[in-house]
């Protein structure tokens, strides 16, 4: 049976999300794909979608609709492969108790305002150029260890070659075990 992999998009959702179908292409042979759409999950619906106005809805209430709906939708232990704002509820919904066997977050954004760290296994992944990335301080404090690509912005999980990268490394996890 194929291991459980929910993907959580970043704060575009499906709008700008088109990169998001080449995780799937590398992943849906191996892994039963679950998909959430950032803004559906945390009740976004800004009459002007500019970046701001997207941001502020998910700061204002957003993020915390939308771990609050992650909690009630997924209850069986899952592989979670979440991108940016993404990734940020994917993390908050762990530390409240979310099943997760492990999570792949790419530049999620507000995990540097936590003081804690979920009991999943984490691979966390940032640009060198991310302005949103944790500081080392951070890693050190909570015990998160990351990633930094070099040359690389907080939309690196939008790029081919990182999206091929980490698709590999998820299809590792599952192909040992199969081994």
Same mark, same amino acid.
Not at 69 to 97: D, M, N, Q, R
């Given at each position: 049976?194929?291991?459980?992999l929910?993907?959580?998009s970043?704060?575009?959702?499906t709008?700008?999300?088109?990169?998001?179908?080449?995780?799937?292409?590398?992943?849906?042979?191996?892994?039963d794909?679950?998909?959430?759409d950032?803004?559906q999950l945390?009740d976004?619906?800004v009459?002007?979608s500019?970046e701001e106005?997207?941001?502020? +809805? @998910?700061?204002e =209430? !957003?993020?915390?609709?939308?771990?609050?709906h *992650?909690?009630?939708?997924?209850?069986?232990p899952?592989h979670?492969? +979440? @991108?940016?704002? =993404? !990734?940020?509820i994917?993390?908050?919904a762990? *530390?409240k108790g979310?099943?997760m066997k492990?999570l792949?977050a790419?530049s999620a954004?507000?995990?540097?305002m936590e003081?804690q760290?979920?009991?999943?296994?984490?691979?966390?992944i940032?640009g060198?150029?991310d302005?949103?990335k944790?500081?080392a301080?951070?890693?050190?404090?909570?015990?998160?260890?990351?990633?930094v690509?070099?040359n690389?912005?907080?939309h690196l999980?939008?790029d081919e070659?990182?999206?091929?990268?980490v698709s590999?490394?998820?299809?590792?996890?599952?192909?040992k075990k199969a081994v």
């Amino acid at each position: 049976m194929a291991e459980r992999l929910v993907v959580i998009s970043d704060m575009w959702g499906t709008k700008r999300g088109l990169w998001i179908a080449s995780y799937f292409g590398y992943l849906q042979q191996y892994y039963d794909i679950v998909f959430y759409d950032c803004q559906q999950l945390g009740d976004i619906d800004v009459p002007v979608s500019t970046e701001e106005n997207v941001h502020k +809805a @998910f700061v204002e =209430g !957003g993020i915390d609709t939308a771990v609050a709906h *992650l909690l009630k939708k997924e209850s069986v232990p899952s592989h979670y492969l +979440a @991108f940016s704002t =993404g !990734g940020t509820i994917a993390y908050k919904a762990a *530390l409240k108790g979310l099943p997760m066997k492990s999570l792949t977050a790419i530049s999620a954004t507000r995990i540097r305002m936590e003081d804690q760290k979920p009991k999943a296994t984490l691979n966390l992944i940032y640009g060198e150029l991310d302005e949103f990335k944790p500081t080392a301080k951070w890693s050190k404090k909570i015990g998160v260890d990351f990633a930094v690509v070099p040359n690389f912005g907080h939309h690196l999980y939008s790029d081919e070659k990182i999206i091929s990268q980490v698709s590999l490394e998820l299809l590792e996890q599952v192909t040992k075990k199969a081994v």
